[in-house]
């Protein structure tokens, strides 16, 4: 059974493509990951033998810009999930970004979001490594991680929304990858059960810290200071807050936690909104 991913940007490409007369299209229905040539007619895009995308359907998708649509077996299902909150994958020019009730999950400005979450785990992540990724949302960095050699990779998701729209991500593919392990539940609550000095690097890209304030607390800290190995390394998404005076950002209190669980060299990375940390 054919899948397709459809979004304003590449339904407007193709009626516009219609409405010229051609009889054939480049395009992406992946979300960004490969291309190629489809047919037209009057009717619509013809995605294969079996599935035909109407011009209707095509008009109805342009009016909603910031959704991703699925496409299979002649159905049309928006990757979104309205039972707690609202929950999206939203198109971007590269991987798909995660919405919730209106906050977005990634970095996504001047960027997209699959570079910034590489980004992330390459302040962490060293060739051979074992890595733990807290708050996993649709498993970016892992897949990053494990991209740059890590030989094993445990996620932790809290969501089971998010785990379900991440499964039918093509983005997110990869987290079934041998080495990769994914784990449902609290990460506050999950570490607990891990080894002492198990890792050697962690990810840890909490929601804000209103929804979730004890991923920011020391005692989170020091728990993934005990399943580091010596010299582990952390990077730890804060996103950024408007600083109010200097020295009482909430940036500086996430350091003064870090620090107090017992990290040392502890970096502002402003790209990347948050901050990196070792143990010694």
């Known amino acids: 059974m054919s899948t397709h991913y459809l979004h304003a940007e590449n339904a407007r490409q193709a009626l516009d493509a219609i409405s010229r007369g051609l009889n054939l299209i480049r395009l992406s229905t992946d979300l960004n990951l490969s291309e190629q040539d489809y047919p037209l007619n009057d009717q619509g895009l013809m995605l294969d033998e079996h599935n035909l995308l109407t011009t209707e359907e095509l008009k109805s998708i342009v009016k909603k810009s910031q959704k ?73 960095a892992a897949i990053a991680a494990h991209r740059l050699g890590a030989r094993e990779v445990l996620t932790i998701e809290l969501s089971p929304i998010v785990m379900n729209l991440r499964s039918k991500n093509p983005w997110s593919r990869d987290l079934d990858s041998a ?88 970096t502002k990375v402003e790209h990347l909104m948050g901050v990196s940390a070792q143990k010694f």
């Open 179 to 266: 080495g990769i392990t994914q784990l449902q539940g609290s990460s506050f609550e999950l570490i607990r059960t891990l080894k002492d000095a198990s890792f050697d690097a962690v990810v840890h890209d909490p929601p804000r810290f209103s929804l979730a304030g004890e991923l920011y607390s020391e005692e989170f800290y020091r728990e993934i200071y005990r399943v580091l190995n010596r010299k582990g390394r952390l990077f730890h998404y804060t996103g950024n807050p408007h600083i109010t005076k200097r020295g009482s950002s909430f940036v500086d209190g996430v350091i003064r936690r870090l620090q107090a669980a017992g990290f040392k060299k502890i």
């Open 68 to 140: 991703i649509f699925l496409f299979s077996n002649g159905d049309l299902e928006p990757l979104e999930d309205r039972s707690e909150g609202y929950y999206k994958l939203v198109p971007t020019r590269g991987a798909p970004l995660l919405e919730i009730s209106g906050v977005k999950m990634h970095i996504s400005k001047g960027t997209e979001p699959f570079t910034s979450a590489s980004g992330m785990a390459k302040q962490a992540v060293k060739r051979g490594d074992r890595v733990l990724d807290c708050c996993s949302g649709l498993g970016y």
